[in-house]
C-alpha cells in the first residue's frame, strides 16, 4: 500500500502533463517544418534567382493560408476533436515539406513558375498548420482544469521556440553539406511520425484514457459547469461561432496578439537573413545566434506562462492576463529600437535575442486570455485571435521588404516598435474574466 491510500485518498495520476508533452513536441515539430525556409532563404533565393521582394510574395504564402484556415482549424477541432484533426495536419506536414524539395529550379523553368509552384505549395503548408494552436487551446481546455491554463499553454510554446532553435542549427548545416533540397527531404518525416504517436495516446475526452484514474479526472473537471469535452448540437455550435466573432473582447485581443506578431514575423521571416545578408554573418555563425534566439524565446514562453498563473491567483483574470503582456510588449519596443540602430553589431544582435525573450513571454498569457474569454468555445475564439495575428504575418512578409528597399534595413526591423505598443495600447481594454457564454458575468480566476 502506498502512503497515499494509507491516508485513504488516491493520488491523481499525470497523463495530463504526457498529453501536454506531445502537445510541445507536436509544436516543436511544427516550427522545425515551418522556420525551414526562413533558414533556407538565402541558399534558396540564390538557387531559385528570387529577389527580396518576390521573396516576401513566397513567406506571405505561407501566412496567408496559415490566416485563412485559423478560425476553420478552430472550428475543426471544436467540430471533430483534437485527436482526430491534429493526426491528420501532422501528416500533412510531412509530405508538404517533401513536396518543397521538388520545387523546379531556374534551369528547368522560368523564374514565374518557380514562384507560382513555391506561392501555391507555401499555401499550403500554412492551411496545413494553421489548425494546430486553435486545436492545441481545445485541448488543453480538455485536459486542465479552470485557472490553471496558462502554465501548459507556455510550455506549448516553448516547444515551438526550442523547434525554431533546432531549425536554425540543423537546417544551415545540412544545407552546407547537402544543399536545401536534401534537408527539407530530411525533416519531412518528423510530421508523420508525430502524427501517429497524438494517434495513439491522445484521447479527446480525459474519461476515455484509460490510464487516467478517478482523482485525476475529478482535478480536471473542478470548477466547471460542464464537461470539457461536450460539444453543443448543430444550432447552438453556429450560434456560438457567430457570438464568439462578434465578442467584443474576443476582437480586441485579436488585434493586440496581431500587433505582437508583426515583431514576431520580424523575427520569423527576416532575422536570418538579416544577419547574413545586412550584418554579414556566416550562415553557420547566424544560425547559431538565431537558435540562441529561439532558447530564449523558449525561456520567456515558459516563464510567461508561469508568471500569468501566478498574477490571474494574485489579481485575478483581467490582470493576471494583461500584466505580462504590458512587460512583455514595452521591453519589445525597446530593444527593437536598440537592435535597429545601434552601431556596434554584437550590441545590435544581443538586443534582438533578449527581444525575443520579452516577446514570446506573451505568448501564455495571450493564450490563457482567448482560454478564458472563449470557454467552451476556446478552439474557435483562438483561431480567432490567431487569423488576425496571421494576417499581420502577410502584412509584414510585404512590408519589410518594402520598407528596407525605401528606408533601408533600419527603418524597416524598427518599425516593429509601433506596433508593440500597440499591441498593450489594445490589451488594456482586454477583459478575460469576462467569457463569451456568460453575457458580460465576469468569470472566476480558479
Same mark, same amino acid.
Given at each position: 500500500?502506498?502512503?497515499?491510500?494509507?491516508?485513504?485518498?488516491?493520488?491523481?495520476?499525470?497523463?495530463?502533463?504526457?498529453?501536454?508533452?506531445?502537445?510541445?513536441?507536436?509544436?516543436?515539430? +511544427?516550427? $522545425? !517544418?515551418?522556420?525551414? /525556409?526562413?533558414? @533556407? =532563404?538565402? %541558399?534558396?533565393?540564390?538557387?531559385?534567382?528570387?529577389?527580396? &521582394?518576390?521573396?516576401?510574395?513566397?513567406?506571405?504564402?505561407?501566412?496567408?493560408?496559415?490566416?485563412?484556415?485559423?478560425?476553420?482549424?478552430?472550428?475543426?477541432?471544436?467540430?471533430?476533436?483534437?485527436?482526430?484533426?491534429?493526426?491528420?495536419?501532422?501528416?500533412?506536414?510531412?509530405?508538404?515539406?517533401?513536396?518543397?524539395?521538388?520545387?523546379?529550379?531556374?534551369?528547368?523553368?522560368?523564374?514565374?513558375?518557380?514562384?507560382? +509552384?513555391? $506561392? !501555391?505549395?507555401?499555401? /499550403?503548408?500554412? @492551411? =496545413?498548420? %494553421?489548425?494546430?494552436?486553435?486545436?492545441?487551446?481545445?485541448? &488543453?481546455?480538455?485536459?486542465?482544469?479552470?485557472?490553471?491554463?496558462?502554465?501548459?499553454?507556455?510550455?506549448?510554446?516553448?516547444?515551438?521556440?526550442?523547434?525554431?532553435?533546432?531549425?536554425?542549427?540543423?537546417?544551415?548545416?545540412?544545407?552546407?553539406?547537402?544543399?536545401?533540397?536534401?534537408?527539407?527531404?530530411?525533416?519531412?518525416?518528423?510530421?508523420?511520425?508525430?502524427?501517429?504517436?497524438?494517434?495513439?495516446?491522445?484521447?479527446?475526452?480525459?474519461?476515455?484514457?484509460?490510464?487516467?484514474?478517478? =482523482?485525476?479526472?475529478?482535478?480536471?473537471?473542478?470548477?466547471?459547469?460542464?464537461?470539457?469535452?461536450?460539444?453543443?448540437?448543430?444550432?447552438?455550435?453556429?450560434?456560438?461561432?457567430?457570438?464568439?466573432?462578434?465578442?467584443?473582447?474576443?476582437?480586441?485581443?485579436?488585434?493586440?496578439?496581431?500587433?505582437?506578431?508583426?515583431?514576431?514575423?520580424?523575427?520569423?521571416?527576416?532575422?536570418?537573413?538579416?544577419?547574413?545578408?545586412?550584418?554579414?554573418?556566416?550562415?553557420?555563425?547566424?544560425?547559431?545566434?538565431?537558435?540562441?534566439?529561439?532558447?530564449?524565446?523558449?525561456?520567456?514562453? =515558459?516563464?510567461?506562462?508561469?508568471?500569468?498563473?501566478?498574477?490571474?491567483?494574485?489579481?485575478?483574470?483581467?490582470?493576471?492576463?494583461?500584466?505580462?503582456?504590458?512587460?512583455?510588449?514595452?521591453?519589445?519596443?525597446?530593444?527593437?529600437?536598440?537592435?535597429?540602430?545601434?552601431?556596434?553589431?554584437?550590441?545590435?544582435?544581443?538586443?534582438?535575442?533578449?527581444?525575443?525573450?520579452?516577446?514570446?513571454?506573451?505568448?501564455?498569457?495571450?493564450?490563457?486570455?482567448?482560454?478564458?474569454?472563449?470557454?467552451?468555445?476556446?478552439?474557435?475564439?483562438?483561431?480567432?485571435?490567431?487569423?488576425?495575428?496571421?494576417?499581420?504575418?502577410?502584412?509584414?512578409?510585404?512590408?519589410?521588404?518594402?520598407?528596407?528597399?525605401?528606408?533601408?534595413?533600419?527603418?524597416?526591423?524598427?518599425?516593429?516598435?509601433?506596433?508593440?505598443?500597440?499591441?498593450?495600447?489594445?490589451?488594456?481594454?482586454?477583459?478575460?474574466?469576462?467569457?463569451?457564454?456568460?453575457?458580460?458575468?465576469?468569470?472566476?480566476?480558479?
Amino acid at each position: 500500500m502506498n502512503t497515499s491510500q494509507a491516508h485513504g485518498f488516491t493520488r491523481a495520476t499525470a497523463i495530463r502533463w504526457r498529453i501536454l508533452l506531445i502537445l510541445a513536441l507536436a509544436s516543436f515539430i +511544427s516550427y $522545425v !517544418l515551418r522556420t525551414n /525556409l526562413s533558414f @533556407a =532563404a538565402p %541558399a534558396m533565393m540564390e538557387d531559385l534567382g528570387l529577389n527580396e &521582394i518576390q521573396w516576401g510574395w513566397v513567406l506571405a504564402a505561407f501566412t496567408a493560408g496559415y490566416a485563412i484556415f485559423q478560425f476553420p482549424g478552430g472550428i475543426l477541432g471544436d467540430r471533430f476533436g483534437p485527436r482526430r484533426v491534429l493526426a491528420v495536419i501532422a501528416v500533412l506536414w510531412g509530405l508538404l515539406t517533401l513536396l518543397t524539395s521538388l520545387v523546379p529550379g531556374k534551369e528547368a523553368v522560368p523564374v514565374a513558375l518557380i514562384i507560382a +509552384s513555391l $506561392v !501555391l505549395v507555401r499555401f /499550403l503548408v500554412g @492551411a =496545413a498548420h %494553421a489548425p494546430i494552436f486553435p486545436v492545441m487551446n481545445a485541448s &488543453i481546455v480538455r485536459w486542465f482544469p479552470p485557472g490553471r491554463w496558462a502554465l501548459p499553454l507556455g510550455l506549448s510554446s516553448t516547444g515551438l521556440t526550442l523547434g525554431g532553435a533546432a531549425a536554425a542549427i540543423t537546417v544551415p548545416l545540412i544545407i552546407t553539406q547537402f544543399g536545401w533540397r536534401i534537408a527539407f527531404a530530411c525533416l519531412a518525416p518528423l510530421g508523420v511520425l508525430v502524427g501517429l504517436l497524438w494517434w495513439w495516446y491522445a484521447r479527446d475526452n480525459p474519461a476515455d484514457h484509460g490510464a487516467v484514474n478517478s =482523482a485525476e479526472l475529478e482535478l480536471i473537471r473542478a470548477g466547471r459547469g460542464h464537461d470539457p469535452a461536450e460539444q453543443p448540437g448543430d444550432a447552438e455550435d453556429r450560434s456560438a461561432w457567430l457570438r464568439v466573432l462578434k465578442n467584443r473582447d474576443v476582437l480586441m485581443l485579436m488585434l493586440s496578439y496581431s500587433s505582437m506578431n508583426f515583431v514576431f514575423y520580424i523575427v520569423f521571416n527576416w532575422f536570418f537573413y538579416y544577419l547574413v545578408e545586412v550584418r554579414e554573418l556566416s550562415a553557420t555563425d547566424a544560425g547559431f545566434v538565431a537558435s540562441a534566439q529561439w532558447i530564449a524565446g523558449a525561456a520567456g514562453a =515558459a516563464l510567461g506562462g508561469w508568471l500569468c498563473d501566478r498574477m490571474c491567483r494574485g489579481l485575478g483574470l483581467r490582470w493576471g492576463c494583461r500584466g505580462p503582456v504590458i512587460i512583455g510588449m514595452t521591453a519589445s519596443a525597446v530593444l527593437l529600437l536598440v537592435g535597429a540602430f545601434h552601431p556596434a553589431p554584437w550590441v545590435a544582435v544581443s538586443a534582438m535575442v533578449l527581444l525575443f525573450f520579452f516577446n514570446q513571454l506573451n505568448e501564455g498569457p495571450y493564450w490563457a486570455t482567448s482560454v478564458a474569454v472563449g470557454g467552451r468555445h476556446a478552439g474557435a475564439a483562438g483561431g480567432v485571435m490567431n487569423t488576425g495575428a496571421n494576417i499581420m504575418g502577410v502584412l509584414n512578409a510585404l512590408l519589410v521588404p518594402v520598407l528596407a528597399q525605401m528606408l533601408g534595413w533600419t527603418f524597416a526591423i524598427a518599425s516593429g516598435a509601433a506596433f508593440a505598443l500597440l499591441g498593450v495600447g489594445f490589451m488594456l481594454v482586454v477583459r478575460a474574466d469576462r467569457m463569451v457564454d456568460q453575457d458580460g458575468r465576469p468569470a472566476s480566476c480558479r
